[in-house]
């Protein structure tokens, strides 16, 4: 049913820390960038409304539940990356990206990119080898498990971007750099939200 993906490299299990008072102006700084590219001002002035027509799915999320404790730093063990799945794309893409954030706390957890277009489906604690991970919140290219405080309400977005072409940068790019990538490649998108409760 799904292609065979290339070569798979697994993802390392790396929590993305709390942000201290004092980085929290950079990553204030990046949620901004982030918001560029995840909301609806992304390129508004050069693209218009940005098409909401990717459809993500999870076998093991559920739109608006709240997020398995495996892909969490609550997970028994190592936590690991979510298997993804989307369709709806439109014609013509060069390429797909993947931001994991959560936008309340303005944290990216995962970047991926230059991820092929045929591809329909990421599985669990897997990147394909052709494809690209990006610097995350904490300077790690790799799956940065959300880690919320007791108590504390957090919204955690999967969104798949259909991309113009790829991003042309190199394995652990930095956020900010792969943010306005995305945004400025961007046409279409779509969205799972899991929350922390």
């Known amino acids: 049913m799904f292609p065979v993906l290339p070569s798979l490299r697994t993802t390392a299990a790396h929590g993305v820390p709390r942000t201290s008072p004092g980085t929290r102006a950079g990553a204030v700084a990046v949620g901004a960038a ?14 218009g409304e940005m098409p909401t ?3 993500v799915t999870s076998p093991m999320m559920q739109e608006g539940q709240p997020l398995p404790s495996a892909y969490s730093c609550e997970a028994d063990g190592d ?3 979510p298997p993804l799945s989307w369709s709806g794309l439109p014609d013509d893409v060069g390429s797909i990206a993947l931001v994991v954030d959560d ?3 303005a944290v990216v957890f995962w970047m991926v990119y230059d991820l092929d277009p045929q591809l329909v489906e990421l599985r669990q604690n897997t990147v ?3 494809a690209k991970q990006g610097q995350n919140t904490a300077g790690d290219a790799t799956y940065g498990a959300p880690c919320p405080k007791e108590g504390d309400v957090h919204e955690y977005r999967f969104t798949v971007y259909a ?3 790829n991003l042309d940068l190199p394995e652990g790019a930095a956020l900010e750099q792969t ?9 279409a998108r779509g969205t799972l939200v899991t929350s922390s409760e």
Do not use: Y
């Open 34 to 47: 982030l918001l560029a590219s995840t909301g609806c001002g992304m390129s508004s002035e050069l693209r």
């Open 53 to 55: 027509d990717i459809n």
């Open 79 to 81: 936590p690991v990356s």
């Open 103 to 105: 936008p309340s706390a």
């Open 128 to 130: 394909p080898g052709d």
């Open 163 to 165: 991309l113009e072409g």
């Open 179 to 187: 943010l306005e990538a995305v945004a400025d490649q961007a046409v």
